[in-house]
């Protein structure tokens, strides 16, 4: 069931978004090469802690961290450890999720850790416009399908894939509402956006094929063929004068 909010609900969403983004900007001034992706688990949790509010992820059906932290072929949910080090020439997706006052947020960002090679440049950069381009559409009355069709054409016309076995959400007071938020489609298909939603849309594109493994730690996802894979995803709010990024 797709929930409508008020005004009033997308205000208090609006300080969840704000602590995610400050999350996301505190790992992206602090990841370095060398350093384990437990370490930054560390700093994001201890972040969100400190403003009053929870890590979504932790213990979410089980997970044990307070981020997902993906590198390279890793497209998304991987867990912090202490023997993932990230290196030069990484590209490391992070992403984040944030209770506040019962609200969430959820947000992720693909970070270039030192210098890396043309294509992950590329792939990190188009992953983010890919977003630019679904929020582009936003507004009420938009069909869904006009979503992931934006996604899906910006993605496949600079030689990327998007990936299909994961998508985007509605978000509110759980994590994961209705809709399902495809990255991919055809224009003029599915429900039609109505002021008063949120959702979470997040590009997972990737360098080739866009088949992926699931591991066997039951988290982690993969590229079949290992190629890089870039993450970017904001909550958006669906408005009577458009649309508004919450975590940006």
């Known amino acids: 069931m797709i929930t409508i909010k008020t005004p009033a609900e997308i205000a208090l969403m609006r300080e969840s978004g704000k602590l995610t983004r400050d999350v996301l900007n505190l790992i992206g001034g602090s990841i370095r090469a060398g350093m384990t992706t437990k370490e930054l688990d560390k700093i994001a949790h201890d972040f969100i802690r400190e403003n009053g509010a929870y890590p979504s992820f932790l213990g979410y059906g089980g997970y044990p961290a307070s981020t997902c932290i993906s590198i390279n072929e890793t497209v998304v949910h991987g867990i912090p450890s202490d023997d993932i080090i990230v290196r030069d020439g990484d590209i490391v997706s992070v992403d984040v999720g944030t209770i506040l006052d019962g609200w969430q947020g959820d947000a992720a960002r693909t970070f270039i850790v030192g210098e890396t090679t043309e294509e992950k440049k590329k792939l990190v950069k188009v992953t983010e416009e890919c977003f630019f381009k679904a929020f582009a559409c936003l507004k009420d009355g938009t069909p869904l399908g006009d979503v992931g069709y934006n996604v899906q054409s910006h993605a496949e ?54 088949q992926v493994d699931f591991m066997p730690d039951g988290w982690g996802v993969k590229t079949r063929d290992r190629r890089p894979s870039a993450h970017y995803e904001n909550t958006v709010a669906i408005t009577e004068n458009g649309a508004e990024i919450l975590t940006l």
Not at 157 to 184: C, Q, T, W
Not at 193 to 203: Q, T, Y
């Open 157 to 210: 016309a600079n030689g990327f894939s998007v990936v299909r076995a994961l998508v985007g959400h509605g978000i509110g007071k759980e994590m994961h509402e209705d809709p399902s938020v495809p990255n991919y489609g055809r224009k003029g298909t599915g429900i039609r956006l109505k002021a008063g939603m949120v959702i979470a849309i997040e590009p997972m594109i990737n360098a080739g094929v866009y």
